[in-house]
């Protein structure tokens, strides 16, 4: 079933109307992570859930309480929910999105206010227009394209849209284990679908059906009871940066490979159904050498370098506090140093699973020292990867609309970074979960002239809108 | 030729003046490295060369320029030559000290105003009291213990007290070569005094006839344009902190024995006789681990221990800039790291003959990481190591005067660190330098509540007067 062609028509004609509202979103500095704009993001959710409910929705918001920030205990920004539809013939769609945003000063490099959408070419510039305001006036565009012409939407939809995705989504795993239960907004929910990533590349759509998940750590080792100076003490004693960088260079290899004994092991290398899915996607080497800034892929295999983000662990060492960082020539022997490093872990394994590979591994390293330092291992944070089934109607539906909308056939690609909320509601609401990214990889999500195409937004709510149709047509229901 | 007995008495009789004297040099906040104290260092100068002139020096103060600090073009306080005694039958004598210091405020943990001397029980506790202020009194003392009791010096005089010793002793080195020319003030000295460190420990007075050098390098490793997310390119690039840690970890192994090859083959084993001196000096493991705060010496052997610090180079790994180095959890490749480690060298090792080895090592093993991250080492300063013959008369005198006023044999000691100076006096001048130390090794000279035990400042005196005649006596010319 395709969509509607009044449904496709009225998007086009209405572009520039549709991004006047974004350019109204963007005007709020919803930044979760900066207390001084805690009213705004507040602001910014009551502006979302008018939006919401002049389009028909039944919204309610949920106050998550307070939480401290900068030394203040503020109000959260509150979660709405949203309710549109109750038949029971159809499929009921909930959609996530986040209506906060990464901090932004025009001082930081922007070209223009980041708190005003600038239109330049066939690009919108301005902080949230593609992380996470664009797709979320996406559906609402869906939703007005419907309303206004009186035409009836091909499923039921519900909605969860929060205000501190930036900041570590404070309360949303605890509101969403409540809503799951009878009677609440996420009971009899078919499917998810998530906007909040972003294609593998500048040319082709992409559908994501994996994401990795992260265990962080850190080796304390200390020794000296001060620093002490490298001339009075040199080879005299034990120095704990010696013992570190040992330690840390026992953990991955040149190329990658992780040398902590059973963490490669626990992943099953790919068959040639999966090797042949790196092959089909639409990237080369030149786009990781531009991404990275520089051409050090460890392969020169496409093939090699693309596992290597999505469906490979990945061990990085990401730095070493307590010792001398600054510039200069310290002759300090430092007395107290933890290294830090975190492994991206990929199913079956999790943080449970690693840990005491991990700690186990460092210590026996250690123990080899014969050292008389003192050395621990602390997990510091992590969570689980996540993987979804392809082959489910949830990620059809959405290819065919890609197809029919892009004329093209999308990636489909899994994330090496992690966005939790998509396994809790894989874990709590135990539905498939489709990750429909809007936006395109040199978007520039949390940094500087963050951008989103116009053709990304267009063409993009018609995915939205048109994903819906084929739910409806391959679920069988409507 | 023992000390004339009138000189030991003065002493002992003067000791409160002596202390009031130490107490207004400690008083005028001569922080060589604070701009904001230049003048009062300047002050310092003038107020040490009227002291000399008192006690009948002829003295000159030397200008040494400008130099930049903390943003300001500032004079640089003055060295201090001075003169005394042209006899040419008798030896000549030139006396090292520095009247600046380092930094102190009472809130850094001073129990006490750090610039007024105060008197606790047997010690006497002040920025500059062992560092280097109660050495430069001690020489005031025997003068003025000569010159009111009208007695003649056993040898002739000459000193250098400069002003920017705790800030790199700026325009020394070239003032030293000048003033060794004819008709200058350095020409026809015989040997020279420097007392500017420590005993070994609380106990024993010290003799020191070596310094060690050292060479400062960096590994300086970068690879992407710019900080990268080690989600989303973890296992894709070649992380410049993976190849810094690998080619930290093999600079040193975790015995403190150097992996580069060539560098400790350069040092001769000791000989027995060398070996003995170790085993004489007045040193236990528990003086380590009290030093360090902590039980961990490299070995159970005090005579290992003391040869790591004293006789062997050492390699020390001190830090990495540009790498993660706060508190958190940062999941970030950094895109550029420097490594920064020094070697402490010993007779014959020297930074030109050092250098191309640890450079060419850190090439190879770069090399054999096949990676395509850009590496270079840079080497960033150093010096050369200093050994004296203990068996010249000029150490022969001061360990007869230890004798004569401690009653105990010195321990022989040698330096982890460098005092630059020592080694400029020996190879511009050509004569024996004696490192003479007046404190202990718990004054604390550059940290909190830096002390002089009243005994040392005032048998100290004696020993530098006795010293003298004892130089006298041995040259066998007076
Ligand atoms: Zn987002
Ligand atoms: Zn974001
Ligand atoms: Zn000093
Ligand atoms: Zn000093």
Redesign the interface.
Known sequence: MSAHQDFLAYVDKNADKFIQRLADAVKIKSISGDAGCRQETIDMGHWLQKQLDALGVTTVLRDLGQCPIQGQLLDLPPAILGRLGEDPKKKTVLIYGHYDVQPALKSDGWDTDPFELVRKDDQLFGRGSTDDKGPIMGWLNVLEAHRSQGLELPVNLRFCFEGMEESGSEGLDELIEKEVAEGEFFKGVDCVCISDNYWLNTRTPALTYGL?G?A?FGIHVS????D????????????P???L??L??KL?????NILVPGIEDMVPLPDEHELKLYTKMDYSLAD?AE????????SDQKET?LM??MR????????????????G???????KVSG?F?L?LVPPQTPELVIPLVTGYIQSEFAK?????KMTVEY??GGKPWVSDVNHWNFEAAKRAIETIWKKTPDYTR????IPVTLTFAEKLGVNVLLLPMGRADDGAHSTNEKLDISNFIEGTKVLGTYLYEVSALSGVA
Chains 1, 2 share one sequence.
């Open positions: 990795r992260i962080y020794g000296p009871g001060q002490l100076h490298s001339g009075l003490f040199g080879r005299m004693v034990h120095e940066m010696t013992d960088v040992k840390m260079s991955v290899d040149h190329n990658g990781v991404a990275a800034g520089a051409s050090i892929a460890l370098v290597g983000r490979n662990p990945s061990l990085s060492l990401h730095g070493i506090q307590g010792a001398f960082s600054e510039p020539c310290k002759t300090v022997i430092p007395s830090k975190s991206r020292l014969n050292s008389k330092n510091l944070h994330e090496g970074g992690s």
